[in-house]
Structures are given as C-alpha cells and as structure tokens.
DNA sequence: ACCTGAACACCGTTCAAGT
DNA sequence: ACCTGAACACCGTTCAAGT
C-alpha cells in the first residue's frame, strides 16, 4: 500500500477497469479519476501508465478490436466471401458487447496495431482472390465503411445515451413524418431479418468477390 | 443588458456558436459555459433553450443534416442512382464542413427530423424505382451504414484529434506490419481516386439499383 | 419566459516530492 | 519507475431569486 515502484497493475487492467465503468454508467462516466479510484490508485499515477485520457480511450478501441479472430479470416476451408462476412460479424458482435464504444472510434484515428490488421487482413483476402491491389483497396474501404456505419447505427437504434427527456420533440406521436421509414420498421419487426448479413453480401456482389455456394 | 424575458437569442444561435467553437478549438472544447460566454450568456441561461448538453449536441447533428438538399434527390431528370450519389456526397460535404461532428452521430440515437427524412428520401427513392418495401428498407440501411462509415473513416484519417502524443508506439517506421495497407497507401496518392462513390456504385450494383446511363 | 449568482459535485492535467 | 498530495483551471447541472 506504501508508495514506490511497486508496478501494482497492468495497461490492461486499467482498460479492464474503464470498460467495467463503461458498461456500468455509461461513455461519459469513463474517467482518468473514477477508474483510479476503481483500482486504488491516484488519478496522477494513471499518468504513468497512460500519457492522456485520449490515449487511453485508443487503448480501448485497441481492446475491441483485438478481440476479433483475425485468423479465422485464413482458413483456406472456407470461400473468401464467407471470411469476410465473419470477419465483420466478429467485430460487429465485439462492438455489441460494448454498447456505445463505436463513440470512441469516431473520436481519432483509427491507426492502432489492431485495428490496422483488421484492414490488412482485409487487403490480404481480397488480393489473394486474384484482385488487384487498387480494386482491393477500394473493396476493403467500402466494408470497412460499411461495418463501421452498421455498428454506429446498431448504436444509435439500441438507444445509447437516450435520455428521453433530450428528445425531438414529441409530437410525432400524432402523425408519422416519415410514413416509409415507419412502414420499413413494423415490416421487420416480426420477419426478424438482420439486414447486416445482406447487405455486405450486396456490397461483396458489387466487387464481384467470388461468391460462395449460394 | 438587464435580465427578464427579453428573448435576446435564438435555439439556431446557440448552435452556430457551438460550431465555432468546434471548429476553432475541437469538438471537445465545446461546453455549456464556454458557448453561454460567447453569445454573452450566464451557462444557466442555456438551460432554457436546451434541457442539457446532450440536447445541444443533437441539435448539432440535426443542423448538419440540414444542410442536405433533399430536394435534389426527388429531381425526375435524373436517373435514381444519380441521385442516391448526390444524397449520400452532399451529407459527406457537409460533415467535412465540420471535421470530427460525426462522433456526435455515434454518442446518441439519430432521430432527429432532418436525420430521419434523409432516411425516409432514400426509402422513397427505392420503392419509386418499383423495388418491393422489404428490399427498399434494406438497401437503405445499407447506404446508410456505407455513408456513414465512411464519415467517420473521413474523420479518422484526416488525424481528427490527433496529439501525435497519444499515438501507438513509434516503431513502426522501421518495418510496416502491414505491407498491404502501406502498398494501397503509396499507390492511391498519386491516384487521387476517391473510393467513396465507386464504393457506393458497387454496393447499388449488388442492389441491383437500376444503372445510370455508364 | 428569460435571465442572474451562488453553489455542488465533479473533471483532466501539472508539479514537486517521496521511495 | 511508480506513486502521492496539492493545486490549477476548468466542467454540467440545480436552485433560489429577480424582472
């Protein structure tokens, strides 16, 4: 408990630490002093593990994204197209698992070790399908977009941070504005039909990636 | 100068000056206090216009989003494809106005006015082209996410927040663990090919959005 | 209705100092 | 190297009160 060079504690643990508080009370309650407090520590010391909140917040988004199964994506068992659409689904559900850490991505640059392998292991199936380099390249821009954007909106439609009271106002209880979109929304309410899968399939029809059985 | 109901300013006021802040000092430099200053406000005065921050930040969003022409896209001279194109580059354009807004897409449910007729264009647009309410709802979601994604991919890249401090470890100068991505890197500089709208034509393609005349 | 001033319970970050 | 304690310059939000 005394004072000193003692390394009580990880980069890790403090990572561990900020998402428990994530999970608990939500993005806005993350910060450098309620996590210390969680482990025990002083909010300078955490200045010793990490050089800003920010980077901290990076280390998060790090932590998201190595849980995705980069090496399932080079099982030559399977057809390209099905990799990738478990390569998304993977960092789809690992998203899933934090509600509103897709904030976080959206706040800097995305140029972590990870994350950057995710992309690579994207380039890396796309050119082995005999693609060239800049087709490729476009290819896994567009899924990386489009995964992204999926899991943005898989946050905003599973109200984070919805406070009710914040909302537009209420009187759209009356007449619908938007009669399709309303329509769209009680139609796939009980065909329980996940547009995700579907619509990267499109995508990958697009690039003309090899399809698979189907 | 006196206080009383003298209605000195506007809810659209409000929001301009949060943007001048965002642009001058960054996303995170905007508070209550700090735009409640420059419009010459005491922070408590703002609680009257907006019921918290969060209420303001929504606000935000839904002023960029007003700034999309949705008028354009219901312009018969042009085929439906052309103006999908110019919907989802005019919601580009105007979020590149303002470099790292869309993080405030992705801190809250996009259920605003302006956010939700965007949605319900491109839905309109859809079924006009004959393709059943179930397949149009899906192709939406899909663009949506598209576009989206690639905001914050925008945002991401152009080093939105970027401390420079804050970055990973440095070492990747001396070998790249990621020869691909570095590869695509050098080979679109020259290029100056924006995958944004041939990655949008290729997901249309796999929507089998009828074709413009290319 | 619109506004002020005081107050509460917080922040991120820096600095000097201890072991 | 790792940690503490004090301090600086801030936050969002609430409350009672004025016009």
Redesign the pocket.
Known sequence: M????????SQADIVDAAFEIFEEKGGD??????VAARL??????????FT???ALQRAMVEQVFSGVDLAAAGDPSLPWRARVQRLAADLRSRFAEHPGAIVLVASGPLDGRQAMSFGETLLAGFTSEGMPLADAARATAAVRAYVLGAITLDASDSGVDTDAADAPSALWTEATQHPLTEAARLLAADASSDPFASGLDRLLDGFGAAAAAN
Chains 1, 2 share one sequence.
């Open positions: 005394k004072p000193g060079p003692r390394r009580s504690i309650a993350v910060s450098i002093r309620g025990g520590l002083t909010p300078t010391a955490m200045y010793t593990y800003s909140k920010n």
